[in-house]
């Protein structure tokens, strides 16, 4: 589950700051903004992969020749996008799925008969399309701080989020400038449409009557 998540919110966030024009392709080939994102990606999510490591992972990325040079919001370039995107996700669960079957034979792998092997320079390019999303984002109107925003806490107590800001955590650096957060604490998972559906409708409801 957490490779599969990794793999999800890697690509697909990319895929989202290019369509949104919040992330220019051009810049991953940009050595000055590689490196931003190298640092990033190092810092955040692959901190016992050196730098080395990562650009080498970037390189391969780019390699392929399924990242597009560009985007300009045509057709064209939106189906780019999305053959990028399930291309990078087959790379992705191809290479792991290889390498767990090369460890492990080519048996039937049922329940706990074998752990998913992801090897670091799989890992690695899972890891560095984080950081282009986090990393070439550029947000300019400071007037978003004041929206007022709630947080449905489901995997983890807002207690626990509200320790990661007052600890100047870059997860959470977004959010410890908003003026008005309202915290809602509704434990259950990482899909509470599907526990909670109706707790998790009437928490939306009120947030919206209280922005309202």
């Known amino acids: 589950m957490d490779w599969s998540d990794d793999v999800a919110y890697s690509v697909h966030d990319v895929e989202d700051a290019v369509a949104s024009g919040r992330v220019d392709l051009s810049a991953l080939r940009s050595k000055s903004e590689m490196a931003v994102v ?57 290479s792991v799925g290889l390498a767990t079957r090369a460890k492990y034979g080519d048996g039937p792998l049922t329940r706990f008969a074998a752990e998913l092997v992801i090897p670091d320079e799989v890992r690695g390019e ?32 807002s207690s626990l989020l509200t320790e990661w800001i007052d600890a100047s955590h870059p997860f959470t650096e977004e959010l410890a400038r908003i003026r008005d957060v309202e915290y809602v604490d509704l434990p259950t998972g990482h899909w509470p449409q599907f526990t909670k559906p109706v707790e998790l409708g009437q928490a939306i409801l009120a947030a919206v009557e209280r922005a309202g």
């Open 38 to 94: 190298i640092a990033v990606t190092q810092k955040l999510y692959a901190s016992d992969l050196d730098e080395v490591e990562l650009t080498e992972a970037l390189a391969r990325l780019l390699d392929t020749g399924w990242i597009p040079q560009s985007h300009n919001g045509s057709r064209t370039d939106l189906a780019a996008l999305k053959d990028m995107t399930s291309l990078l996700i087959g790379r992705f669960v191809q």
């Open 126 to 157: 899972g890891a560095v399309p984080k950081g282009a999303a986090h990393g070439l984002q550029r947000l300019h109107d400071i007037r978003r701080y004041n929206v007022p925003a709630t947080v449905i806490a489901c995997e983890f107590p």
